[in-house]
């Protein structure tokens, strides 16, 4: 009998059978919290060190571009092997990426570091929808994804804080170097659940033509984010050629119609992209405007972070609980609209004039928005897998919003480049203010959801 299977159904997700399960979960997304906001507090500090503020939107691109292939490759294996042996091969990856960054003495090794830590969070983010969608029915999965999104909110509340001070007394450093401690606790976690499963023989391991065309995706990613940076001789030809093998090839590794709205599958992966571009697009640069536009600390940065953060989760929890929203569609497209919004509040960051208090409220209305929509999208997608199927319709939707995000990135860091040097501030509004515009486009694909 598995998880699944049996009766009766708890209506929490922390009661047995699903309580080991639920912890383990909750770890991996503690883990997660933490590196994700820690290090998008302290990025100023190492820009600033390692002489690379030209290279800082590829710190943000090379993970994404990274985890691309690691997508490609952990879906089929999660769905031949069970997910426990895949979650445990990406934590190493993972940790041993962390460290690489934390240890590296120029922006190359840093970058290296990136690079290996995002194919290991690619893998734990595969493992993690399938331990979802095998381990839990239908009707408690909104919850788990509320549980998972809750478990950001500390790690939003003290991480940006505690990465301030780490990077401000003993070095930015040690803010990566920590973090294997936190991985070795979440694998701890991981192993007081039954994620155990017969091998499926009848399902396919990873085939070799789709990881070809994933490292052609990422390579492209990371050339368009190095051309961008306008230093390598013929560098519109590089971000060119680095763009159309990026969109040639990441096309052909997604279902029918993802980047032309076709009804279900399709229609979740393109509005679940785009309201990614809009919040990671100006996650990235808010930093920058209020470190280098509003003159705020590490630590204060950190904490505009966390209202995002704090509100991503009461999000999630609204949309698996609030009546007033059953309706999935509608749903998304109000935490759509709110991110816009949010993004839109955002841009006013960097200019001293404006009241503080409004970016941060935009930063947390966009926060909202962007937990209702999410947690629905993943409900959305996996009612969409066949059985035996969760591990492909993970990895697609988590393949399409690297691939998507990645790329918007890549390009951002192109047009940062050129202001880099002279008007790093107002290079950063306007990326936000492109980003809060992008948004406007998730609300085609969302009119398209067909809610299971």
């Given at each position: 009998m598995t998880l699944v299977d049996a009766r009766p159904e708890p209506l929490s997700p922390w009661r047995r059978p699903y309580a080991a399960v639920t912890a383990g979960a909750f770890g991996l997304s503690f883990l997660f919290a933490f590196e994700a906001l820690a290090v998008a507090t302290v990025m100023p500090a190492v820009a600033r060190e390692l002489d690379g503020l030209a290279l800082y939107p590829v710190a943000f691109a090379a993970p994404l571009a990274a985890a691309v292939v690691a997508l490609v490759v952990a879906g089929p294996l999660a769905d031949r092997h069970g997910p426990s042996p895949v979650l445990h091969g990406g934590l190493v990856v993972f940790a041993a990426g962390v460290v690489l960054a934390g240890v590296a003495w120029s922006m190359p090794v840093f970058l290296l570091g990136r690079l290996v830590h995002g194919a290991g969070g690619g893998v734990i983010g595969v493992a993690l929808y399938v331990v979802v969608a095998e381990a839990y029915p239908a009707v408690l999965r909104p919850r788990v994804f509320a549980v998972l999104t809750a478990a950001w909110v500390l790690p939003a509340v003290v991480g940006p804080g505690i990465a301030a001070v780490v990077a401000d007394t003993v070095g930015w450093r040690w803010v990566f170097l920590a973090v294997p401690v936190l991985a070795a606790g979440a694998l701890a976690l991981v192993r007081q659940a039954d994620l155990s499963r017969p091998r499926r023989d009848d399902r396919p391991g990873p085939e070799r033509r789709r990881v070809l065309l994933a490292l052609g995706a990422a390579l492209g990613v990371v050339a368009v984010s190095v051309g961008g940076q306008r230093e390598a001789p013929g560098w519109p030809v590089l971000v060119a050629a680095g763009l159309a093998l990026s969109?040639?090839?990441?096309?052909?590794?997604?279902?029918?119609?993802a980047w032309t709205g076709g009804q279900g599958l399709p229609s979740v992966l393109g509005t679940?992209?785009?309201?990614?571009?809009?919040?990671?697009?100006?996650?990235?640069?808010?930093?920058?405007l209020l470190t280098l536009g509003r003159g705020l600390s590490l630590a204060g940065a950190g904490a505009v972070l966390t209202t995002g953060a704090v509100t991503w989760c009461l999000g999630a929890?609204?949309?698996?609980?609030?009546g007033r929203l059953a309706d999935e569609e509608?749903?998304?497209?109000?935490?759509?609209?709110?991110?816009?919004?949010?993004?839109?509040?955002?841009?006013?960051?960097?200019?001293?004039a404006v009241p503080l208090v409004l970016p941060v409220l935009g930063w947390a209305v966009a926060g909202l928005g962007i937990g209702m929509a999410y947690s629905t999208l993943s409900v959305l997608a996996l009612a969409t897998a066949a059985d035996g199927e969760a591990g492909a319709t993970s990895s697609a939707l988590q393949l399409n919003d690297h691939l998507v995000i990645s790329a918007v990135l890549a390009l951002g860091g192109v047009a940062f480049a050129g202001f880099a040097s002279g008007a790093p501030v107002l290079g950063a509004t306007v990326l936000v203010a492109a980003a809060a515009a992008v948004g406007l486009l998730a609300q085609v694909p969302a009119r398209r959801l067909q809610a299971p």
């Open positions: 969109v040639a090839t990441g096309s052909r590794l997604l279902p029918r119609g679940r992209a785009v309201v990614g571009v809009t919040f990671h697009l100006a996650e990235v640069y808010l930093p920058l929890v609204l949309a698996s609980r609030w509608r749903r998304v497209r109000i935490g759509a609209a709110l991110v816009v919004l949010g993004a839109g509040g955002a841009v006013l960051a960097g200019t001293p």
